[in-house]
């Protein structure tokens, strides 16, 4: 019988996926169906679905990773199935954090690079966590040596990140957070004595402030804590949250002071995930040397028949990240993280003078001496007809994600838009964004939004 009088019913194999029977109906979203259905028309079905969220090329709101190398997506495809903890079953993925740690330290200058103790974690918040708890440790100990109550930590810092105030209420510690005066945008050293006392446990200092981007100036702080550990007796370290800085400073101000060089910075966090250039699900915490780290924080864990020290909120974990992380260590070497972060440097102090030059918005920050981002507000004193989060939403059009939001602490109300400029941002695509934010601007002084006329806080 010839092929086309064969008459066989469609079986799932054949069928156009968009002519099966799952593809007939809305996806289940409460109850888990019955029966099974083809792998290929679940994943079409999924997959499009997917097509609703933002293009993460085009979100210039987050700091992560959304470009990556076919080599580095293949590592990770491979290690799917790979569990970090598993350091007995995986001895050489261990190797290669323990390698990672190693590098991280002498990235950051420590003393005992070669020796020191660091994690990998989740990101920077598991690494923040685990950094403040360290110290709370470290606080605690001395204050049953010296015979006194240990019962109201606290720790002092400027504008945080969250994981802060999360560290703050999950762990019982006391936030200390400086409000922003005058231009500051962020903690001053002249800040410190007010708010530090005997139960400080640490100052966290900021390299790359989340709202801005700005470095806090961790020499200057910690300069002021050695005059205040002279005239007041306490001794109080610096954790570092370098989610971004820490990949940046290194490479881009590379004369910059801000780490281990410190003596009296004790520990530093930062993102694998976000200028680390590792696809996301990575951060890392490093400590200056192992008297940093309490014993007691340290769990013991199989691995080759002895025992491999592990300090983590998680337990099992995917290791895929940090195989990546090895190989763009490996792969870009300082030479390749200098010229990527330079360029994005160089691409955000572009945009910021173009920006400046479209008439309504003004700097806040430009790119320059931090973090390759930009972040500006509309002029005050005039009515603009519209408002940053009108402008979000008109280059949202476009499929632009930029982030509009009130600087937190005094100044909350201003509000700021900020563009991120990482791997990935091209001259040529901020070029485009450009275009579209001109445009925008133009639509929207033609078209006010009568709203906004109430202010930014009415649309909030
Ligand atoms: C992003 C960020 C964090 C949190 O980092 P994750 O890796 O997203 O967990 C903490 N601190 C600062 C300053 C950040 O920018």
Known sequence: MPLHTVKKQDTAGAADVYTTEVSDQRLPKYRMPENSSSPRD??????????????SRQNLATFCTTWSEPEARQLMAESIDKNMIDKDEYPQTAEIEKRCVHMIADLFHSPAAQTTVGCS??????????????????????????????????????PVQICWDKFARYFDVEIRQVPLKGDALGLRPEDLRQYCDENTICVVATLGVTFTGVYEPVAALAKELDEMEKDLGFDIGIHVDAASGGFIAPFVQKNLIWDFQIERVKSISASGHKYGLA???????????????????????????????????????????????????????????????????????WLAAEIAKLGPLE???????????????????????????????????????IASYPLPADRGQTIIQ???????????????????????????????????????????
Not at 44 to 53: G, K, M
Request: hydrophobic letters at 40%.
């Open 121 to 158: 974690t989740t990101g920077s918040s598991e690494a923040c966590m685990l950094g403040g708890l360290a110290a709370k440790w470290r606080w605690k100990k001395k204050r049953i040596a010296a015979g006194k109550p240990y019962d109201k930590p606290n720790f002092v810092c400027g």
């Open 418 to 460: 900020r563009i991120l400029i990482r791997h990935g941002v091209s001259r040529d695509l901020a070029q485009l964004l450009l275009d579209d934010l001109s445009k925008a601007i133009k639509h929207l002084k033609e078209n006010p939004v009568p709203h906004s006329v109430a202010g930014p806080t009415f649309h909030h």
């Open 42 to 55: 679940i994943y079409n079905l999924v997959h499009d679905e997917l097509l609703l969220d933002g293009n």
């Open 363 to 401: 700097l806040v920050y430009d790119g320059k001496d931090a973090l390759p981002l930009v972040c500006y507000k509309l002029k005050d004193g005039q009515d603009h007809g519209f408002t940053l989060y009108d402008l979000s939403e008109r280059v949202r059009l476009r499929g632009w994600l």
């Open 279 to 349: 696809p996301l699900g990575v951060g890392w915490v490093i400590w200056r040397d192992t008297d940093q780290l309490p014993q007691e924080l340290i769990f013991n864990v199989d691995y080759l028949g002895g025992q491999m020290p592990t300090f983590a909120l998680n337990f099992s974990r995917p290791a895929g990240q940090i195989i990546t992380q090895y190989y763009d260590f490996l792969r870009l070497g300082r030479e390749g993280y200098t010229k990527i972060q330079q360029a994005c440097a160089d691409t955000a102090q």
